[in-house]
């Protein structure tokens, strides 16, 4: 089973991370074996569902927007980075245009490759192009089904919307 994810890279309560990997275990638990966690490999939700992936045996694709995508994480940030990428099969875009729009075209790839796809997800509109709101409404566009987690309401809800002709 191939689980994507998008999500916030920061929540505005931290606190909220622990509840969101409880929620991510036990959706993880939910999906056929083998596992493969499609990521971006971004700070926050995305390396989150790395982890759990790799903790119950999986494997995971990386889908980088971009060449040296470590230019975006700060110094703290790149050694979970590299763990996590040198388990990674990775796949690099060559997106023209801003980082912005890889981060898009990144998102869309994501999505592309899953058969459900976690969103960790406040609900508000994207703060830049590319952002979560962006992948989850493209999610929902192709029909693939999602599982939208909330950190601050603390809800969990699924949304399977079939492919319109």
Do not use: C
């Amino acid at each position: 089973m191939r689980v994507g994810i998008t999500g916030h890279q920061q929540l505005d309560d931290p606190e909220a991370w622990p509840w969101v990997a409880t929620v991510l275990r036990a959706e993880l638990a939910k999906l056929a074996l083998p596992l493969i966690g499609v990521t971006s490999l971004a700070v926050g939700a995305d390396q989150l569902l790395a982890r759990l992936v790799l903790e119950r045996g999986g494997t995971i694709y990386a889908v980088l927007p971009f060449a040296n995508i470590e230019r975006s994480f700060s110094p703290e940030h790149v050694p979970a980075y590299r763990e996590l990428a040198r388990q990674a099969t990775v796949e690099v875009l060559d997106t023209p245009g801003t980082d912005e729009d890889a981060y898009l075209v990144a998102g869309r790839r994501v999505v592309d490759l899953s058969d459900i796809v976690l969103a960790v997800w406040d609900g508000h509109p994207a703060k830049g192009k590319g952002g979560t709101a962006d992948v989850v409404a493209y999610t929902i566009r192709r029909g693939v089904p999602l599982i939208h987690i909330d950190p601050v309401s603390r809800t969990v809800r699924q949304h399977r919307k079939q492919v319109q002709n």
